[in-house]
């Protein structure tokens, strides 16, 4: 077994962090302030770089490269802006990836190219206002009308909605069915009659990622934007979360390592009674414990990344890895914001957006609740 | 068109040094590598000279162990097209001439029109390797660079020097060039950059094979400074301040009468 990053990955590691700390971490702190998302920073430059199709085929503009590289790139840009993270990682595994695994070849080419190339931004819809954890409770739905599908229903919560150009939205079509059978996955694009956005959400935490409702009223998509066959949208829904998994865990992962790295930086600095707080064993102890679980969640991370990659069966790696990294970035910036104490509180530092960012990868995503489910049911079958 | 940009695998500056157990170099062990920061500029410089003429072939060139090699990948995703690996193991041990002669042999017959290095590295700092490199070659060195443009077989290169002035030299190729950091903005390696970067050639080659000089001056000894006494912080207005430092350089200095 070999631990080692590989020269490509360590280079990826490099040119990821060098930009996030150049570019991408000055405006963080306004840009959140502001529940600012700035597009050209934000995703354009990602594209350039050619990170907005990290896994995919040349042939599609990707470049190729595997999931544990991805899970770099998504892990340095939260570093110092959580919200970068998941503008890329909602991108790339909600929307490009579900389009690269059940898209024809006529679908790939003319929807996964600009995503991968970084010229369209993706977003994904399947959450309602009474279908969360309980994705199968879809109201959404598609008739057929000649060579058309006709969609009514709203989405909400969706990342990078208002912004993006492509979507991959799940609806019912076919009202008979029960639950978590007759769903289908289907590619709408912004600007298709019928398709608007609502609400914009006001948040604790990724204020500089948006989060939109999405609003379809008699919207028409051709019969050729169904992705995948009729009837198999939780299939799609579903293998498309377990890869958006790693993208999340990758983004708490590297929120925890933002936040592990204030806090030692600061420990070694602040003085109290004649010292720094760095050689105060309790304080010690509190860092040995956060620089633990981050390290067991990277590598619990890499686990999930490498099965992706290798085309091993990863969900319940990706549902750890998903529980763990979330978790421990919870943890970890909370007890950041009280090593960093008094100024830690306050907004001049990063901990206290990095704890408020840290949250939500507890809940999207698939809850913490829905991860262990998914093991559970997994070992107990 | 051929280029050739040389480069160096230096630590981060940022690390925690020791001295190493002959007392003659820092320890090599639990460091982060990095390229050079000065050669950066030099691989962007070369990078944007081969993107500027159609037909130009560019090579980076690195001393050292097998490690250096992951930072020659950096220059490769940056546009370099090949690299030359020049394996030493003990590079520490090795003075200026000796760096610049092997290079100088490597260079002798490949005919480059431009050759890019560092103004210095970051860690032994001599700032000789570039301007004994063109000695050796007989061509000409422009050093410490902070503007350069190329036309025709000619450059154009602003020097950097004391006092924020600058000073515009103008020579034709086959020339050298040593790199002030500032020169240019090096580019983020892309990721489609950095997965071609394995399929382009790396050879190596000893450093026995190109090393034909002796060494004329080697390193006695590395230290840390020794810590002296604090200085003295002087508060007040300029008028009084200066009074009293005239009186501390007269009693405690031998500086003024």
Same mark, same amino acid.
């Given at each position: 077994?070999?631990?080692?990053?590989?020269?490509?990955?360590?280079?990826?590691?490099?040119?990821?962090?060098?930009?996030?700390?150049?570019?991408?971490?000055?405006?963080?702190?306004?840009?959140?302030?502001?529940?600012?998302?700035?597009?050209?920073?934000?995703?354009?430059?990602?594209?350039?770089?050619?990170?907005?199709?990290?896994?995919?085929?040349?042939?599609?503009?990707?470049?190729?490269?595997?999931?544990?590289?991805?899970?770099?790139?998504?892990?340095?840009?939260?570093?110092?802006?959580?919200?970068?993270?998941?503008?890329?990682?909602?991108?790339?595994?909600?929307?490009?990836?579900?389009?690269?695994?059940?898209?024809?070849?006529?679908?790939?080419?003319?929807?996964?190219?600009?995503?991968?190339?970084?010229?369209?931004?993706?977003?994904?819809?399947?959450?309602?206002?009474?279908?969360?954890?309980?994705?199968?409770?879809?109201?959404?739905?598609?008739?057929?009308?000649?060579?058309?599908?006709?969609?009514?229903?709203?989405?909400?919560?969706?990342?990078?909605?208002?912004?993006?150009?492509?979507?991959?939205?799940?609806?019912?079509?076919?009202?008979?069915?029960?639950?978590?059978?007759?769903?289908?996955?289907?590619?709408?694009?912004?600007?298709?009659?019928?398709?608007?956005?609502?609400?914009?959400?006001?948040?604790?935490?990724?204020?500089?990622?948006?989060?939109?409702?999405?609003?379809?009223?008699?919207?028409?998509?051709?019969?050729?934007?169904?992705?995948?066959?009729?009837?198999?949208?939780?299939?799609?829904?579903?293998?498309?979360?377990?890869?958006?998994?790693?993208?999340?865990?990758?983004?708490?992962?590297?929120?925890?390592?933002?936040?592990?790295?204030?806090?030692?930086?600061?420990?070694?600095?602040?003085?109290?009674?004649?010292?720094?707080?760095?050689?105060?064993?309790?304080?010690?102890?509190?860092?040995?414990?956060?620089?633990?679980?981050?390290?067991?969640?990277?590598?619990?991370?890499?686990?999930?990344?490498?099965?992706?990659?290798?085309?091993?069966?990863?969900?319940?790696?990706?549902?750890?890895?998903?529980?763990?990294?979330?978790?421990?970035?919870?943890?970890?910036?909370?007890?950041?914001?009280?090593?960093?104490?008094?100024?830690?509180?306050?907004?001049?530092?990063?901990?206290?957006?990095?704890?408020?960012?840290?949250?939500?990868?507890?809940?999207?995503?698939?809850?913490?609740?829905?991860?262990?489910?998914?093991?559970?049911?997994?070992?107990?079958? | 068109?051929?280029?050739?940009?040389?480069?160096?695998?230096?630590? @981060?500056?940022?690390?925690?040094?020791?001295?190493?157990?002959?007392?003659?170099?820092?320890?090599?062990?639990?460091?982060?590598?990095?390229?050079?920061?000065? @050669?950066?500029?030099?691989?962007?410089?070369?990078?944007?000279?081969?993107?500027?003429?159609?037909?130009?072939?560019?090579?980076?060139?690195?001393?050292?162990?097998?490690? %250096?090699?992951?930072?020659?990948?950096?220059?490769?995703?940056?546009?370099?097209?090949?690299?030359?690996?020049?394996?030493?193991?003990?590079?520490?041990?090795?003075?200026?001439?000796?760096?610049?002669?092997?290079?100088?042999?490597?260079?002798?017959?490949?005919?480059?029109?431009?050759?890019?290095?560092?103004?210095?590295?970051?860690?032994?700092?001599?700032?000789?390797?570039?301007?004994?490199?063109?000695?050796?070659?007989?061509?000409?060195?422009?050093?410490?660079?902070?503007?350069?443009?190329?036309?025709?077989?000619?450059?154009?290169?602003?020097?950097?020097?004391?006092?924020?002035?600058?000073?515009? %030299?103008? %020579?034709?190729?086959?020339?050298?060039?040593?790199?002030?950091?500032?020169?240019?903005?090096?580019?983020?390696?892309?990721?489609?950059?950095?997965?071609?970067?394995?399929?382009?050639?790396?050879?190596?080659?000893?450093?026995?094979?190109?090393?034909?000089?002796?060494?004329?001056?080697?390193?006695?000894?590395?230290?840390?400074?020794?810590?002296?006494?604090?200085?003295?912080?002087?508060?007040?207005?300029?008028?009084?301040?200066?009074?009293? %430092?005239?009186?501390?350089?007269?009693?405690?200095?031998?500086?003024?009468?």
């Amino acid at each position: 077994m070999n631990f080692e990053l590989n020269e490509e990955q360590s280079l990826i590691r490099e040119m990821v962090r060098n930009f996030a700390e150049t570019e991408i971490a000055p405006s963080a702190r306004e840009r959140d302030e502001e529940e600012r998302f700035d597009r050209t920073l934000m995703f354009d430059k990602l594209g350039e770089l050619g990170l907005t199709g990290i896994v995919f085929p040349e042939k599609y503009g990707g470049a190729e490269a595997d999931y544990i590289s991805y899970a770099i790139a998504v892990e340095e840009l939260s570093r110092v802006c959580a919200s970068t993270g998941v503008t890329l990682s909602a991108h790339l595994s909600l929307c490009a990836n579900p389009i690269y695994l059940f898209g024809t070849e006529d679908q790939r080419q003319q929807f996964l190219t600009p995503l991968a190339q970084g010229k369209k931004l993706g977003a994904f819809g399947l959450t309602e206002p009474s279908a969360g954890s309980d994705a199968g409770g879809t109201k959404t739905t598609a008739v057929k009308d000649g060579d058309a599908w006709v969609l009514n229903g709203t989405k909400i919560f969706i990342t990078n909605a208002g912004d993006a150009e492509t979507y991959v939205i799940l609806a019912r079509t076919d009202k008979e069915a029960q639950k978590h059978h007759g769903i289908s996955a289907f590619i709408v694009e912004k600007g298709t009659p019928g398709f608007s956005f609502g609400k914009k959400e006001q948040k604790l935490g990724i204020r500089s990622s948006p989060t939109v409702e999405l609003v379809f009223e008699n919207c028409r998509i051709p019969t050729t934007n169904m992705l995948g066959e009729e009837g198999s949208g939780f299939k799609v829904a579903m293998k498309t979360l377990d890869g958006g998994r790693i993208g999340i865990a990758s983004q708490a992962l590297g929120i925890a390592q933002g936040a592990l790295d204030e806090a030692v930086a600061y420990a070694k600095e602040r003085k109290q009674f004649n010292t720094p707080i760095a050689n105060f064993q309790g304080v010690q102890f509190q860092l040995a414990d956060m620089a633990t679980q981050v390290e067991a969640s990277r590598l619990m991370v890499y686990l999930a990344a490498y099965k992706a990659s290798a085309g091993l069966s990863y969900s319940q790696s990706s549902a750890m890895a998903k529980l763990m990294a979330s978790e421990t970035a919870m943890k970890v910036t909370t007890q950041a914001v009280q090593i960093l104490g008094g100024y830690g509180y306050t907004r001049d530092f990063p901990v206290e957006r990095m704890m408020r960012d840290a949250k939500i990868t507890e809940i999207y995503e698939g809850t913490s609740e829905i991860q262990r489910l998914v093991i559970g049911s997994a070992l107990t079958r | 068109m051929k280029i050739l940009v040389c480069i160096k695998q230096v630590p @981060d500056m940022e690390s925690k040094f020791k001295i190493d157990s002959a007392g003659t170099w820092y320890d090599h062990a639990d460091l982060a590598w990095r390229m050079n920061e000065y @050669d950066e500029y030099g691989v962007e410089q070369a990078v944007q000279v081969k993107e500027q003429v159609a037909d130009a072939d560019l090579t980076v060139l690195c001393i050292g162990s097998e490690k %250096v090699k992951e930072t020659m990948k950096k220059a490769l995703a940056m546009g370099c097209d090949r690299g030359v690996h020049v394996a030493e193991d003990n590079l520490s041990s090795r003075e200026p001439y000796e760096i610049a002669a092997i290079i100088a042999e490597f260079a002798s017959d490949k005919g480059f029109d431009l050759i890019f290095t560092g103004m210095q590295s970051q860690d032994r700092g001599s700032a000789q390797v570039g301007v004994l490199v063109a000695e050796i070659l007989s061509i000409p060195s422009v050093t410490t660079i902070v503007d350069f443009d190329y036309a025709d077989g000619a450059v154009n290169a602003k020097r950097e020097l004391e006092g924020g002035i600058r000073s515009l %030299v103008s %020579v034709k190729t086959p020339a050298l060039f040593t790199c002030q950091l500032g020169l240019n903005t090096p580019r983020y390696p892309t990721l489609p950059n950095i997965m071609k970067a394995k399929r382009k050639e790396l050879i190596s080659i000893p450093s026995e094979d190109l090393l034909k000089i002796e060494p004329r001056q080697q390193t006695e000894k590395i230290y840390f400074p020794e810590k002296k006494g604090g200085g003295l912080v002087l508060e007040g207005d300029a008028s009084d301040l200066a009074d009293k %430092v005239i009186q501390i350089l007269k009693e405690k200095t031998g500086v003024l009468a």
